[in-house]
């Protein structure tokens, strides 16, 4: 019950302050937050005014809840106090509906609270009005509910796209073929179901009540009617027993737990006991609140907390997963799921033009990167408890918690500082990421979405993918925030998809060749290895990847000089060489004769710097290593990412290189003098 508790101590810290963003949408006690569709205006004396659709962004709206409406709608009636839907608040359904009308429920239930001492003005208002029973008549004036033949319009899903069907509750009536362009607003407003209709029996209704003099007409905004029905809610007899978070007796127990946790249509639920007929919890318990018992308001609490807590941004959302990770004091804190770049923010971000791979630039980055967080340090004390949950579902109706983590803040500030750092690598997210003059790199440590779609790559997108992606960044959370090594089995296959450079687009290999470099860099960490090309490592794997990056370089240049645009042998021969490297590396190198003659012929100078730089890294090899042709390790590519990039930022290779070819020709001395 841990989790519950946090939750709880959550809602009580940051209820009320006003410093935390989107706080309005933590619920009262009593209070729920539901989407609604229409407007309507009364006086303080039940008379309609007017009514409106609700804007797409002011739809959020807090009504009150029973313990019932707010658990249990889906296996039966369970009215809203106040707003609800047409199929309940409107008395004339019946008339014009399609279905069963819950008015009598409704009304009785706002009776009873209107003519109680815990009424309100506003509550009265509401149930003069909608005692009338005139509410559809009222909307059809407004032309704000679609209708056919005098009924209210059900709309459903054809074969044809963008084209619905449209009936009305009646024997005899002939359905129409609409244009989805051409429905009626209110229509659009509204989800199909999973049958594909779309009913306006769910039409949400919340209600504004103007009288002179008040201050506030809203009723989701009232908080004198807040405290009118908390205290309407605590005069109902309840069953007491003892509440394992507060520690209080004699205390109103939760017999049902909310659910719409993670949108407005979520139906699982985290805590839940219905099965009384199966096996559940028989064996064990005789009764439900033997295994563990939470009064009413810490269960609404907690919800609360964790449904305004998944709303707000930071939290990672693939499907039906969720990773939320927050401070019991609503203190703001890095997001474990965030890439650098994220991170660091636009006044910590490099351009293409500032980030270099000469010498180890890993030390700059931890630098950057220690002065970020310093900031959430200063902020976040030793002792701030920190949470970490993920959750998950299989079903409609049931929730799992997959991940839980209770940290203090140093801990968690400390791991993912161990994780950005230890997992840095020089990334290129060229068509994700891309302004309108450039295309944006950043030095540091990819997102686990990221890390999934290097490894994975059509097979986590989609609807058919979620499931891929979701158990991969589920399998990556132990390595971020509790510092285990990453899947080996995952690094592998980071590397294999990037040696696979036939079977991806010229700007996925970039991306997957930084993704992979900083797995296999995290991965074996007390190898040692930095961010910047390790002229002193000596390793086979090290050397045959800088090879293979100076023989694409070779081969590169002298089709630039030619004018030709078509890929080098060591690009369309990488995955070979990453399993065969000394029988693949005889075919490069016999390749590259007529290109050498190439660079011989107009930039000699160019190409001697080559062949001694080739010459140096083969001197590095013993000759047992060299003629190994057993399969490369992920380093080849730490290697290959290194010396190419060495080579793009170098004019000069070992004092000897030579740029300066054919002065007489401007055109080519305009095009070999750029930085290559």
């Not at 509440?243 to 909310?258: D, F, R, S």
Request: glycine share 6%; net charge neutral; proline share 3%.
């Amino acid at each position: 019950m841990s989790w519950i508790q946090k939750l709880h101590e959550t809602y009580d810290a940051c209820a009320g302050n006003e410093n935390i963003p989107d706080i309005d949408e933590l619920c009262p006690v009593g209070y729920s937050v539901q989407n609604a569709h229409i407007e309507v205006v009364i006086d303080h004396e039940g008379n309609f005014r007017r009514a409106s659709l609700v804007d797409k962004n002011n739809t959020k709206t807090l009504i009150p809840v029973t313990e019932k409406s707010l658990t249990g709608r889906t296996s039966g009636i369970a009215p809203h106090p106040l707003c609800d839907s047409l199929q309940y608040c409107a008395g004339d359904y019946e008339k014009y509906g399609d279905r069963e009308s819950y008015f009598v429920d409704y009304f009785t239930q706002l009776e009873s609270w209107a003519n109680s001492k815990f009424s309100h003005e506003k509550v009265k208002a509401v149930y003069g009005y909608v005692s009338k029973n005139v509410l559809i008549k009222d909307l059809y004036t407004e032309k704000l509910l679609a209708e056919k033949d005098g009924k209210l319009a059900i709309f459903e899903k054809t074969d044809e796209k963008k084209k619905v069907k449209v009936t009305a509750p009646s024997d005899n009536d002939t359905p129409v073929i609409v244009e989805s362009d051409d429905l009626h607003p209110i229509i659009k407003l509204l989800a199909f179901d999973d049958k594909g209709i779309k009913n306006q029996a769910k039409v949400f209704i919340r209600w504004k009540v103007e009288a002179e003099g008040a201050l506030c007409s809203e009723t989701w905004k009232d908080k004198t009617l807040f405290d009118a029905w908390a205290n309407y809610l605590s005069s109902f007899d309840s069953i007491k027993g003892f509440c394992y978070v507060t520690g209080k007796t004699e205390t109103e127990i939760a017999q049902k737990h909310p659910a719409k946790l993670r949108s407005g249509r979520d139906g699982a639920k985290l805590i839940s006991s219905n099965d009384t007929s199966g096996f559940t919890y028989f064996g064990r318990f005789k009764s439900v609140n033997e295994a563990a018992s939470v009064s009413s308001e810490v269960t609404q609490k907690a919800h609360s907390a964790l449904r305004w807590l998944i709303g707000r941004k930071q939290a990672f959302r693939s499907g039906d997963q969720v990773f939320v990770a927050w401070a019991t004091t609503g203190k703001q804190i890095p997001d474990p799921c965030a890439n650098s770049w994220d991170f660091l923010g636009d006044k910590f971000q490099l351009n293409e033009t500032s980030v270099s791979i000469v010498g180890d630039v890993g030390q700059g980055f931890a630098k950057r990167f220690k002065k970020k967080l310093a900031g959430y340090k200063a902020n976040i004390t030793d002792t701030d408890d920190i949470v970490v949950m993920g959750l998950d579902s299989a079903t409609p109706g049931r929730m799992a918690m997959t991940f839980y983590r209770e940290l203090t803040g140093s801990e968690f500030l400390e791991r993912i500082e161990k994780w950005h750092v230890d997992f840095a690598w020089l990334q290129n997210y060229g068509k994700d990421r891309e302004d309108k003059k450039r295309k944006i790199l950043f030095e540091g440590a990819p997102a686990p979405r990221d890390i999934a779609w290097c490894a994975y790559g059509k097979k986590v997108e989609g609807k058919n993918g979620i499931k891929l992606l979701n158990s991969t960044v589920e399998r990556l959370m132990p390595s971020i925030i509790d510092g285990r090594p990453v899947p080996r089995d995952l690094v592998e296959q980071c590397v294999r998809r990037v040696s696979n450079r036939a079977g991806l687009e010229p700007w996925e290999f970039e991306k997957c060749l930084g993704i992979a470099c900083s797995q296999f860099k995290g991965f074996y960490i007390e190898r040692g290895y930095v961010m910047g090309l390790e002229e002193d490592r000596s390793t086979r794997d090290y050397l045959y990847g800088r090879l293979l990056a100076v023989a694409e370089k070779m081969e590169g240049m002298a089709l630039f000089l030619a004018d030709e645009s078509r890929e080098t042998t060591a690009a369309r021969l990488m995955q070979r060489f990453a399993d065969r490297p000394y029988s693949t590396w005889r075919t490069i190198e016999t390749s590259l004769v007529p290109y050498r003659a190439r660079l011989n012929n107009k930039v000699p100078g160019l190409l001697k710097g080559y062949m001694e730089l080739l010459d140096q890294i083969c001197c590095k090899f013993t000759t047992d290593e060299f003629k190994n042709d057993s399969r490369l390790s992920g380093e080849y590519l730490l290697g290959y990412h290194c010396q190419r990039k060495w080579l793009n930022e170098h004019k000069r290779l070992q004092g000897q290189w030579i740029l300066k070819a054919a002065e007489d020709e401007d055109d080519l001395a305009n095009r070999t003098g750029e930085q290559i």
